[in-house]
Structure formats: C-alpha cells, structure tokens
C-alpha cells in the first residue's frame, strides 16, 4: 500500500443505506414470487435486461433476468466454477461469463438459488449485444419453449425512419406473442398504466443517480449497482416506483445531514461498464482509499437512458425509439456526447473503464473513447482489464499497481 | 496466366489486384468483410465490392485501437486499413455482422479515413414479415447512399443486371464444388480456396470469364482423375483464414470435399430471381432463405440441420470446426451442432484459429489422428 493511501478506517465508515434491507425484502420476495410461479397458475418469462418488460407486467407474466442471475452468481464468487462447467459442454471460454455461467447452472443447478425457475417462454431483446441472441437461441433449444426476438437496429449515425417502422412493428409482434402464449388478451389500459409506472420509476431511478451529483455523494456507484436490480426487473411495477421514492428521500437526508459514502471525498470518478461483480467491494475500498468516489457510471444510467421522449406517444410507440437508442446500441462518438455529458454533469476528475472480456458491445471502442476523453475534455482516463464474472480473468496485484499510479496521477 | 494461375495470385495478394484495378480503370472500389453486403446493388453502381480477409502480417495499429480479445479478422481489418494497405479503396459499407464488427464500424468511420463509409444495418431476424420489409428498406437506403455518394442514378435495370452477373458466377462456383466433391483428385488442396477468395476479390465480369475458361479445361480432363479412396471432410466455421489446413488435411491422408463456410458454400447458396419487378425484394428473399449466418437469427435448429444435411448429401466421413478464436457467433453454436453431427454419427474436430496459425506439425498430429479414426 502506498504511504499516502490511508489505512481501512471502519469507524469512519459512512452509515449504511437504509434502503438496502427493503430492497433485499423486494427482491427475496420476487425470487420466490418467479420460483413458484405454477403453483400460482402464473407463467415465467426469461427476459433479457433491455429489453421491453413493461408488456410482460401489463400480462401478469412475471419476468426472470438471466443476466441478473449471472451478476448474483459473479457476486457469490460462484463464476469461475460455473463458467468451467459450461466450457466442459463446449462453450469456449472467450464467450460471456453471464452466458457460460447461466447455461451451465441451468444444468446443474448449483448456482446461488439453485437454477432460476424455467422459462414458459423466452423474450430476448439485441439492443444489448449480439450474444443474447445466441443465448436465448440456447436456452429456446434446452428448454423447448417458444422465443421472441425484437431486433433493435444499430444506430450508427442516426434512428432511422425505416428501423422505427421496423421496432414498432414487432412491439406489435411481441404481445401478439405474449396473446398467444398466455391464451389472454392483452389490456391495452393496463398497458399505459403500467407505461406510466414504468416512466415514474425510470425518472425516479435517474433522481437516484443525481443525488451524486452533489459534493460529496451520499452514494456511490457501487451502491448503485446493487439498487439497480428493482429498475432492471420490476419497471413498470408500484413497488419500484415506492422503492426508489423511498431512496431517493434517504440520500436526500443524507445529503442535508452532510453525510458522503466516501468519508473524505476528494477525487470523483466515473465508471465504465458493468461491474466486477466478484471485487466490487475490494474495489469500493481500494478507490475509498484514496478518497476517490465513484459518483457515477455507465452502466446503471443506461436504464434511465430509457426514460422516453412521450412527445404525444403512446408508451408502446415511444418504446420503439427508447429500446433502440440505449447506450450501448449507439455508435462511439455518441456514447462520447453521453459521457461529456455525464462528466459534466457530476463533476468528474477521471474516468475508470472496466475493458470486460465478456461483453465486447460495450468494451470494443473503449480505446478510443478514451483517446477522446483524454483529447477533448482532458480528464484522465484508466483502463483496468477484467471480466465481469469469471474471476480468473482478474489479476488483483496488477490493478492495484495500476490504480494506485492513476491516483498518483490525479493527485499530483 | 492461365485462370488457375490468376486464382492464386489474386490470393496470395487481394490488395494487389485491387490496386492494379485501380490503377488501370480508376473505378471506384468498396471493401466488405460480410456475405450479407450487397455486391449487386455496389456493382449496379459502377462500383467494385471487394472482400477483405484482414491481414496476414503483424498487427500492431490496431492495438491501439482494439483489445487482444477481438478476433484477427476485425483486428487484421483495421491493421490493413490504418497501415495504408488498403489505399485503393474509396470506403467500405458494413452490413450489421456481429458485435465486433458493429464497433469496427465505427472505429473504421472515425479513423481509417476513407472518403466514403456505409452502414447497411440489416434486421438479425430474418424469418418475419416485418423483418423482410425492413431489410428491403434499407436496401433501399444503402442504393440512395451510393447515389448520392458517387453522382450515379441506380436503375431497376442496373440492378437487374447485376443480378445476373452474380446468379452466374454462384452458378459456376457450385459447379467447382461439385466437380470436386466428384473428383477431389482433380483439385491441389487449396485450389477451390483461392477460387472463392479470386470470387469474392475480383471483377465479376473478369471472374466470370476466368472461372468459366477454367471449368471447361478441368472438366475435359475429369474423366481421366483417378478415385483418390481418401477421406472426404467437410470444414465447417466463419472463414477460412488458415489455408494451410488443406496441405495438412491432405498430407493427413483426407480431401476436403465440401464446406458451410461464409466463404465458401454459403457465399454461392441461393440464386436471386432475374429480371424481377422489384429488383431490392429479390435481394432480400435470397438472404432470407439461403442458410443463415450464426449472427443472423432464423429457425434455431436450421444450422444443425443444414450441416447434417449437406454433410449426408456429399458423402463425408467427418467435419472439422475451423473456429476462429473470440467469434462468439460460431463459438455458440459449435456445441449444438457438434451436438447434431454426433447424433448423426458424423464425427468431428474443433480447431481454433487464432491470430497465428498453430505449429503446422502440432496441428498435422491432430488432423492424422482424426483421419485415422474415421
């Protein structure tokens, strides 16, 4: 440890979030809502994390999350062991640890809560990446039940007309899917009422991330990580919109009462990519360390990206735009115009990038995102490689070097 | 030179011939690196469509650009494109591929530095209505583009015209794969390999002549190719970007008699209708129906299928998976399909390809073990 990095002081630990009990309520709740879905006459839906929920809701399907699932097996330190079994199978070891480890715990079913329950159908939205295509093509073949895809064009220069025409179409597509599938009709009011929730919680979550925005941050983006999952699976639902209500009062108290989850916020960061969900505690610590704050990231922001532009618009149309243009399905000078914005925005000092083996959508560019970062806003730029679930991708001494040198950098 | 000796050498140097094109005709040149871009709308406009393969050197721009988990075609693209060896080209389009080649889009449109660049975002879905009518779209907006980028009206006729040229060529290079699935004997083990690279590289009107010209001399002489009573193997993968493993398929005691490659079977599958009314819905129907890429999403179990399928049709006593190493689209499938060929009791060997290929000794080992067993 360097001499100027402070030793892990716990009394002068910032007070925890408040919120954090309800939230593990919620979702202990969720889980066992979705693990005993028959019982209740209900069906399951394996969806992917972008993807347009809100129909699912409005149809009392509950939803299921393979990624969030990956992210909880990556937190319990459970990726290594699942991503060998899934190579065992044939899955190379250069694909998605999300993937790996989800497929091969829907085999053995030795993941954090024993294999999500099974899929009745499966909704898988590209707006994210390629790889949930082949994902759920895997899981259609594994589980034999029926598949939607909505396709979400690229948007390399601009949402074209064709492509709005195209998404609005198979939004169309999708419920007559769900109508099929679920042997109801869908209840177009139930519908926009649960659009309206949807948009509330989104805003709601965006308020969330702009309490960090004040100096010092009553958060951090590892906190956010954690309070990301109700707007990942139950947007469109009165219990997220009552969650992050709730939140939001908290850090606001926090910030009148003057207090920061950095005790003695210097240096404040920005994020980029998903989290290392294995160390994010070494790595809250190691940056709290140098008094570094991570007060905002790439990641949890992309959701209240899909706060829609109602502009008139029914939910369901302005869905097709919102769908498509989420950060990741944007080409790498507008992802620039975003991060400009955030960096401005909360203030930032540097940028940390998290180049995730896993997820080459959000990693390939990175390089020269940061060359204009560094080049237009001067503001320094780290890249540490990882991956966001398979932990023998992460080589702890070297990171620490590296993110202390970067330190040093902001520092001096 | 005779054709076959023009196969080889547009091989062994792509960019040469791309050059000495330019240098002669001062046409207008744009690279590709997917089978979903449209050669026939390119060609329609006057202009050339030129495969790239990537690199077959050093790659050491590219690093600053791209980390060392992209596969070597995107990182061979963009070393070929930064270093200058690409300097004929007027631009290239990139038909929505795969998540790698999304991004070199844009690390291609922000620093490579070509006048023109085009994105023809293609669905990924291809087996809907919807889907269909917005591929046609935006073949219809990728036409408009090149107009205006290069001051020339494309015409239904055009279009038509193209068309043609290509059904032709598909046409002649299903007969090469036919003829030496019949006589492997006939063929050097590389020879159909530099044929669809020359295909894929060269003037289509040129090739067109030259493949032709070929035919009807390896064709008189088929009768005399002695019966080789060696393994048939079929490669299965992306692209070929290992030439080498034809010498040690051979030297292993095997012939390739077939493929499901992008560069290979799946380049000539499907004829497009001629002198259609509406030439941009022919384009899209040959897309929609000829044996889907594993980026593009169709029926889930289609590509077992077809593999089985052709694998069956031809006779072969086993395939190899060429998996080009960080190709996440083929290295999902590899699985199932392996999956499907076992219960076919088709056996198989994967081998990855990384950026270098593997010692040929090492990979000679492997490939004689698996001839052996078959």
Request: aromatic share 10%.
């Amino acid at each position: 440890m360097a001499d100027n990095q402070k030793k892990h002081d716990p009394a002068k630990k910032a007070p925890k979030i408040q919120a954090v009990s309800r939230m593990k309520e919620i979702m202990t709740n969720y889980y066992i809502d979705a693990k005993t879905a028959r019982e209740q006459g209900k069906k399951v839906a394996w969806i992917t994390s972008g993807g347009p929920v809100e129909p699912l809701i409005a149809m009392d399907v509950i939803p299921v999350y393979p990624e969030n699932h990956g992210a909880m097996i990556g937190a319990s330190k459970m990726g290594a062991q699942l991503c060998e079994k899934a190579e065992e199978m044939g899955y190379s070891r250069d694909l998605c640890s999300y993937a790996r480890a989800d497929i091969a715990d829907s085999v053995e079913k030795t993941g954090p809560i024993g294999g999500l329950p099974e899929p009745d159908m499966l909704v898988c939205c590209n707006n994210i990446c390629g790889t949930v295509l082949k994902w759920y093509e895997t899981a259609a073949r594994y589980f034999n039940v029926p598949l939607f895809i909505l396709d979400t064009p690229f948007v390399h220069r601009e949402f074209s007309d064709s492509a709005r025409k195209y998404v609005l179409s198979q939004i169309y597509e999708y419920i007559g899917f769900l109508e099929t599938h679920c042997g109801t009709k869908m209840d177009y009011d139930r519908m926009e009422e649960v659009g309206r929730l949807s948009v509330e919680g989104t805003g709601l979550w965006q308020a969330v991330l702009d309490t960090c925005a004040h100096r010092p941050a009553p958060m951090t983006a590892f906190d956010a990580f954690f309070h990301l999952a109700l707007i990942v699976t139950l947007r469109g639902t009165q219990t997220a919109v009552d969650y992050y209500r709730q939140l939001h009062d908290e850090l606001n108290q926090r910030i009148a009462n003057g207090v920061s989850m950095v005790p003695d916020e210097k240096y404040r960061l920005l994020w980029d990519n998903l989290p290392v969900w294995y160390k994010t505690r070494w790595l809250s610590e190691k940056f709290a360390a140098h008094d570094a704050a991570l007060v905002a990231d790439t990641y949890t922001s992309a959701w209240s990206g899909m706060l829609p532009d109602m502009n008139g618009q029914t939910f369901l149309e302005a869905m097709a735009e919102t769908y498509t243009k989420v950060y990741i399905n944007i080409s790498i000078d507008m992802m620039f115009d975003i991060v400009a914005n955030m960096i401005e925005k909360y203030h930032v000092d540097g940028m940390v990038m998290h180049s995730n083996r896993s997820c080459k959508p959000y990693s390939l560019g990175q390089y020269d995102l940061r060359q204009m970062i560094m080049d237009r806003l001067g503001v320094p730029t780290l890249i540490i490689e990882a991956d966001m679930v398979d932990e023998r991708a992460f080589s702890e001494s070297q990171i620490d070097t590296r993110i202390d040198a970067f330190m040093e950098t902001l520092k001096s | 030179m005779t054709p076959a000796e023009r196969f080889r050498s547009v091989w062994r140097d792509p960019a040469g011939y791309g050059r000495s094109v330019k240098q002669e005709t001062g046409r207008s040149i744009l690279g590709f690196f997917c089978s979903y871009a449209p050669v026939e709308l390119i060609y329609a406009a006057g202009i050339l469509p030129l495969r790239l393969f990537g690199t077959r050197g050093e790659i050491s721009l590219a690093d600053t650009h791209l980390q060392s988990y992209c596969c070597s075609l995107v990182r061979g693209g963009l070393e070929d494109a930064l270093k200058g060896n690409l300097d004929f080209l007027d631009g290239a389009v990139f038909p929505h591929t795969c998540d790698s080649i999304q991004r070199l889009s844009d690390i291609w449109r922000l620093n490579a530095g070509f006048a023109h660049h085009f994105d023809a975002v293609l669905p990924v879905k291809l087996n809907t209505q919807s889907a269909r009518q917005y591929m046609i779209d935006v073949l219809s907006g990728f036409c408009r583009e090149l107009e205006t980028a290069f001051g020339k009206q494309i015409r239904d006729a055009d279009i038509n015209a193209a068309i043609c040229a290509y059904n032709q060529i598909r046409k002649q290079l299903k007969a090469v794969y036919a003829l030496r699935s019949q006589k492997p004997g006939l063929f050097e083990p590389s020879a159909v390999h530099w044929i669809m690279t020359a295909a894929m590289v060269m003037e289509p009107a040129a090739f067109l002549r030259d493949i032709t010209a070929f035919l009807d001399q390896i064709g008189s002489s088929a009768g005399d190719a002695p019966q080789t009573g060696r393994k048939r193997l079929m490669l299965a993968g992306g692209i070929c970007t290992h030439p080498d493993v034809y010498d040690l398929l051979a030297r292993a005691g095997a012939d390739v008699v077939w493929d499901d490659l992008c560069t290979g079977a799946r380049y000539f599958e499907g004829t497009i209708a001629e002198d259609a009314k509406d030439p941009l819905a022919a384009v899209a129907d040959r897309y929609l129906s000829r044996s889907v890429c594993p980026a593009k999403h169709a029926d889930i179990t289609a590509r077992g299928r077809h593999l089985v399928d052709a694998a069956r049709e031809q006779g072969v006593d086993g395939v190899v998976f060429l998996q080009l190493k960080f190709c996440d689209p083929h290295a999902f499938d590899y699985p199932y399909l392996k999956q499907f060929l076992d219960s076919a009791q088709i056996p198989s060997l994967l081998i990855e390809i990384e950026d270098q290929p593997p010692p040929g000794e090492q990979l000679l080992t492997r490939l004689e073990t698996f001839v052996d067993m078959l």
